[in-house]
């Protein structure tokens, strides 16, 4: 059985625990508290010389990490990644927009905001990551006023990358009001079968 290395709070964790639910695949997860330090003890460190998470241990004992990667992989030949060049190309593109343009302002404001506990954060960088997350709201919702997924028409892979922090953006002081079209598609992604919220431990 596959093995999910992972930190419940965190949302590229997520992306993972939810396309593994969707596909129906049985895995088990072992938990890594951040907080703690404990991806980055040696025995972690062996595992992913990167010290981050998730890591997939595959059933022949292969490891991949980089939670888009995963994602990647495990969607090849399934409905969650198109066949076809250009939408393959396109689901990538929304992948690198979460991680470049996405994931560094919202995710990292959740983190300073609820996650984990700590000195209080500087106004000024706050104030920097409000503005990135606010522009990526801007880029998605505009994107999603005629459009019901972001490639294709369909639920993808790439709907799953920016699900898992949009979905949680107000954990980070994000406010949504704004974003009809953001909301309406939050709502269509969690009516997905399989569909599992970030805080849950126990898979089939």
Same mark, same amino acid.
């Given at each position: ?103 560094? &302002?919202?995710? %990292? ?5 609820? /996650?984990?506990?700590? *000195?209080?954060?500087? $106004?000024?960088?706050? =104030? #920097? ?49 704004? &974003?009809?079209? %953001? ?5 269509? /992604?969690?009516?997905? *079968?399989?569909?599992? $919220?970030?805080?849950? =431990? #126990?898979?089939?």
């Amino acid at each position: 059985m596959m093995k999910l290395y992972d930190y419940l709070p965190s949302g590229n964790g997520y992306k993972v625990r939810l396309l593994l639910s969707q596909l129906g695949h049985r895995f088990t997860l072992i938990e890594r508290d951040i907080a703690k330090g404990e991806t980055r003890t040696p025995e972690f460190l062996a595992i992913n010389p990167n010290g981050r998470i998730p890591v997939l241990e595959l059933d022949d004992g292969r490891r991949l990490s980089e939670s888009d990667a995963i994602l990647f992989y495990l969607a090849e030949a399934t409905p969650f990644l198109p066949a076809e060049r250009f939408g393959r190309a396109d689901v990538l593109r929304w992948m690198f927009f979460e991680q470049y343009s996405h994931e560094p &302002y919202i995710a %990292v404001a959740r983190a300073w905001l609820h /996650v984990f506990t700590g *000195p209080r954060v500087e $106004p000024e960088r706050l =104030r #920097e990551k409000m503005e990135g997350g606010y522009q990526a709201l801007d880029v998605m919702e505009r994107h999603l006023a005629e459009r019901r997924f972001f490639v294709a028409e369909r639920y993808t892979i790439a709907d799953i990358a920016l699900y898992a922090y949009t979905h949680v953006a107000h954990e980070g002081d994000f406010h949504l009001g704004r &974003y009809p079209h %953001v909301r309406t598609w939050l709502a269509r /992604v969690a009516s997905q *079968p399989g569909h599992v $919220p970030i805080t849950q =431990r #126990e898979f089939d």
